[in-house]
C-alpha cells in the first residue's frame, strides 16, 4: 500500500519509511504531511505557492543539518535569513552539491523556488492558471508525474479543486515532500577521513 493513496484519508507508513522515521512518530508525521498539502487545495494560489515552498525549505534545512557537524557553540545561526544558507537557492544548491538529493529533485526544487519568488515578488493578482505560472508548473511536474505517488495522489486534487494547475501544483508538493521527509535520504554521511591539520 502507498503511503499517499487516492482518498488521502488513513495512512499506512510503508517499511522502508518507517525505518527512516522515528516510530513512534511516523504515522503523526505522515498524517500531519497529509493535511499539509491536502490544506495546500483549499488555498489561494499564491499561499498555495508560498507555503509549499516553505515546507521545501524547511525539509531542507533539517536534510543539511542531519550531515552536518553540530556547531560547538550550541546556536548556530548558519541557517539564518543573512547567513550563507539562509535562502532556499542556497540550500538546495548545497544539497545537491553534497549527493544528498539527485538532479530531477534539484531541478524540482529550483521550479518550486521560481515560482514562490514570482508570487511572492508581485503585487499583482497571480494565478497559476496564467501563462509564465502555468508553464513553470508544467516543467516542475514532468519528472514528477512518473512517480508512484503521483498517480496516487493526483485524481484526489483534481476531485478536490476546480484548478488542474493548483491540483498539478498540490500534487508536486505532495511528491517533494514525500521524497524529501520520508524518502529514505535521512541517513548520516560518514567521511571516514576528514581534512585535518
Known sequence: MGLWPTTLGRLKVTESERENTVPSSADAAVEEAVEFVLGLSEESDRSAVILGAARLDLALERLLKQVMHHHPGGSDNLFDPDRPLGSFSAKIALSYRLGLIN???????????????????????????????????????????????????????????????????????????????????????????????
Not at 516542475?140 to 476546480?162: G, M, V, Y
Not at 493548483?166 to 577521513?193: K, P, Q, Y
Open 103 to 197: 538532479h530531477d529533485l534539484e531541478h524540482s526544487l529550483q521550479m518550486t523556488r521560481r515560482l514562490r519568488n514570482d508570487f511572492a515578488h508581485s503585487a499583482d493578482k497571480a494565478y497559476l492558471a496564467d501563462s509564465p505560472h502555468e508553464d513553470r508548473v508544467r516543467e516542475l511536474t514532468k519528472d514528477l508525474q512518473r512517480s508512484d505517488t503521483w498517480e496516487e495522489a493526483h485524481p484526489a486534487f483534481i476531485e478536490k479543486t476546480d484548478s488542474k494547475p493548483l491540483a498539478d501544483f498540490c500534487t508536486a508538493m505532495t511528491v517533494l515532500i514525500r521524497s524529501l521527509e520520508f524518502g529514505g535520504i535521512h541517513t548520516t554521511v560518514v567521511i571516514n577521513h576528514p581534512v585535518t591539520l
